[in-house]
């Protein structure tokens, strides 16, 4: 089970950390990552992490966008700076291992001009 958190209204040029609690008792095995949906849109690969602390971004995701993990939290962040309003989506957070894939409940940021 995923625990999404964070999200929220904010003006352009802000920042928000979305956090991503998991229950499972081998958090370290998993890779872990952040999806987002903008309205109108496909679903987009913002960042992953495994659990070796390797991290990647997607192809069209900005540098103000940072993931990091903490292990002995069972958390994955996603820190999001110099906010735009094209970042307005709902942000799933994800936990994959062996193949199978778990989502979150999805979080809302609205970033307003």
């Known amino acids: 089970q995923l625990q999404a958190s964070g999200g929220g209204l904010v003006q352009a040029g802000g920042s928000l950390r979305l956090s991503c609690t998991a229950s499972?008792?081998?958090?370290?095995?998993?890779?872990m990552g952040w999806y987002r949906r903008a309205p109108g849109k496909q679903r987009e690969l913002i960042a992953m992490?495994?659990?070796?602390?390797?991290?990647n971004y997607g192809d069209s995701i900005k540098a103000h966008f940072t993931i990091s993990r903490d292990n002995a939290k069972n958390t994955v962040y996603l820190q999001m700076n110099n906010l735009i309003p094209e970042d307005t989506a709902v942000y799933y957070c994800?936990?994959?291992?062996?193949?199978?894939?778990?989502w979150g409940q999805g979080t809302q940021v609205t970033v307003s001009s």
């Open positions: 994800y936990s994959r291992r062996a193949f199978k894939t778990y």
């Open positions: 499972t008792s081998d958090f370290s095995l998993y890779s």
């Open positions: 992490s495994v659990g070796g602390g390797t991290t």
